[in-house]
T-cell receptor, first 114, second 115 residues
Framework: SQQGEEDPQALSIQEGENATMNCSYK?????LQWYRQNSGRGLVHLIL?????REKHSGRLRVTLDTSKKSSSLLITASRAADTASYFC??????????????FGQGTILTVHP | EAQVTQNPRYLITVTGKKLTVTCSQN?????MSWYRQDPGLGLRQIYY???????DKGDVPEGYKVSRKEKRNFPLILESPSPNQTSLYFC??????????????FGPGTRLTVT
């Protein structure tokens, strides 16, 4: 089963609006990471939030983590057409033999219209 | 320039013909990993390597082999490819394992078609 699942699967907004994507996961984690992928290309790391952190900012990005609900959200403020991409959350599960694994969700496709 | 390179970028092959996809990084990273990306399934981890001569299975290792003889290289080997291995493959590397809070750097991807 998928460790990280994004919601919504697709999001369409106008330039200047905010975009919010959510990620849910099933097991305890060491950290949660967000990546962006432009069509058919490699993934680019956006932000990493550790399990003991609740919120993190990077430029126009804001990530929150709620470990009690096993969920995270990625907020992109004042979106631009160049933000059009797929966004993935990835989790590093805590404990056992999972320290080498990184599990990705299915992604949210964000389209920002000029 | 710090990067992860993969070759080939595109490959069409036939069932059963052994192939190797190479991956190389120039950042002296300890950790390397292979993923496959399929529509509706996101990225799934195939194999990963914590360091030279240390490899381990990810979530979908069946039908794949890897080796890590040098720190910079982590080739993915398909001994007998089948059509269900048609996919977009990504290699990634990071300074250390994901549990130690390090981001991963991804290669540009290899699109493999097995007929």
């Amino acid at each position: 089963s998928q460790q990280g699942e994004e919601d919504p699967q697709a999001l369409s907004i106008q330039e200047g609006e905010n975009a919010t994507m959510n990620c849910s996961y099933k097991t305890s984690i060491n950290n949660l990471q967000w990546y962006r992928q432009n069509s058919g290309r490699g993934l680019v790391h956006l932000i990493l939030i550790r399990s003991n952190e609740r919120e993190k900012h990077s430029g126009r990005l804001r990530v929150t983590l709620d470990t009690s609900k096993k969920s995270s959200s990625l907020l992109i403020t004042a979106s631009r057409a160049a933000d059009t991409a797929s966004y993935f959350c990835a989790t590093s599960a805590a404990g056992g033999t999972s320290y080498g694994k990184l599990t990705f969700g299915q992604g949210t496709i964000l389209t920002v219209h000029p | 320039e710090a990067q992860v390179t993969q070759n080939p970028r595109y490959l069409i092959t036939v069932t059963g013909k052994k192939l190797t996809v190479t991956c190389s990084q120039n950042m002296n990273h300890e950790y390397m990993s292979w993923y496959r990306q399929d529509p509706g399934l996101g990225l799934r981890q195939i194999y990963y390597s914590m360091n030279v001569e240390v490899t381990d299975k990810g979530d979908v290792p069946e039908g794949y082999k890897v080796s890590r003889k040098e720190k910079r290289n982590f080739p993915l080997i398909l001994e007998s490819p089948s059509p269900n291995q048609t996919s977009l493959y990504f290699c990634a590397s990071s300074l250390s394992k994901p549990a130690v809070n390090y981001e991963q750097y991804f290669g540009p991807g290899t699109r493999l078609t097995v007929t």
